[in-house]
C-alpha cells in the first residue's frame, strides 16, 4: 500500500498485510502483519470483519508482527471487540508486542480484551482448541 507524500508528491511505502486461516471448525486466526496506520485501516478493518462472522465462535488475532499501531489501528481493535460480542463471538489478541501494547496501555484498552502470548497458550488457557 503506498499513499503520496505531501511533501513532494512521492509515494511512501506502508507494509501491511492479513492472512486469515481456520485452526479448526469454529476458530479463526486472523495474522496481522506490518504498519496498522490511516492508510491501512480499511484494509485491516475489513480482514477482521470477514473473519469475526457466523459460523466462527472463537476469532484470535495475532499481533506479533505488527510493527506500528496508530489511533486507526486501536479503532479496528476495538471494532473488532464490539462486532464480536454482537455475534457473541469470543474474542483474544495474541502476541500483543511494545508496538501494540504500548497505545493499548496509555489508552486504558488493555484491559478490555483477552490476551495470550501465543496461539498455543489461547487455545490451552482458553479452550478455543475444543
Partial sequence: ??????QDGEMIRTTFDAVT???????????????????TTDFASESIRAAIAPPARSVLIDVSA??????????????????????GIELALVGVG???????????????FRIFASVEDAERQDGAGR
Fill in 66 to 87: 505488527v510493527t506500528f499501531c496508530s489511533s486507526a489501528g486501536l479503532g479496528n481493535l476495538v471494532e473488532a471487540r464490539r462486532l464480536a460480542s454482537q455475534y
Fill in 98 to 112: 511494545r508496538p501494540v501494547d504500548r497505545p493499548l496501555t496509555i489508552t486504558g484498552l488493555g484491559q478490555e
Fill in 1 to 6: 500500500m503506498s499513499q503520496p507524500d505531501s
Fill in 21 to 39: 486461516e481456520q485452526l479448526r471448525p469454529g476458530v479463526v486466526l486472523v495474522k496481522l502483519s506490518g504498519e496498522i496506520d490511516i492508510a
